[in-house]
């Protein structure tokens, strides 16, 4: 199994983790807004975007999705429940819901913050905040989970800084997630 993705994530969260010697992860500062943000959340949509792309191409019905709108209709269907994954943050109260939005078949607002900044940086600079980007870096760690789900044995080391899963540290074993809770995987 490739772990290059899983590294990759690992490389963002660092810098995201850097971004908080400077503004502190509290719900008190979700709405501040920088480059280094601009650039993470960029970052994380494009990521974004790749992983779902991957994870819908092994499903069925899922080859041609290609925005988020797709994916929402393909992951939804083949993993009921994947809008009520609730990611743990360290240094943060209570558990983040990155695809909470999905449950009105909607685009979460992060992602549209995502491509608010990328299409229309002019107006909507302040959209690349630290609320987006952290519920930006949850929905990738979130599908990443998924994406790795089916593997016979795959061990998602090192483990991330900041964000979490029950199903880690432990091995993700294919056949035992059903039992460990990831929603949706049969």
């Known amino acids: 199994m490739d772990l290059r993705p899983w590294w990759y994530f690992l490389s963002i969260e660092k810098q995201f983790v850097e971004t908080l010697n400077f503004v502190d992860l509290d719900p008190k500062n979700v709405a501040t807004f920088s480059n280094e943000f601009a650039k993470l959340l960029l970052l994380i949509g494009s990521e974004v975007d790749v992983i779902a792309k991957m994870i819908c191409a ?3 019905g899922g080859a041609t999705a290609k925005s988020i709108t797709h994916y929402c209709r393909v992951l939804t269907t ?6 009520t994954i609730e990611i743990e943050v360290e240094r943060y109260p209570g558990p983040i819901v990155p ?5 009105q078949n909607a685009s979460p607002s992060w992602w549209k913050a995502h491509t608010d900044v990328k299409h229309h940086r002019d107006k909507a600079f302040g959209e690349a905040n630290q609320g987006n980007v952290l519920y930006a870096i949850c929905g990738l760690f979130a599908l990443l989970l998924y994406y790795y789900r089916a593997d016979d044995i795959v061990r998602l080391e090192p483990h991330p800084q900041l964000v979490s899963y029950p199903i880690l540290p432990q ?3 294919g056949q035992n997630l059903r039992y460990q809770g990831l929603p949706g995987v049969r």
């Open 58 to 60: 092994g499903l069925p």
């Open 78 to 83: 083949e993993f009921p429940g994947i809008e």
């Open 99 to 103: 695809w909470s939005g999905w449950k």
């Open 171 to 173: 091995v993700l074993v």
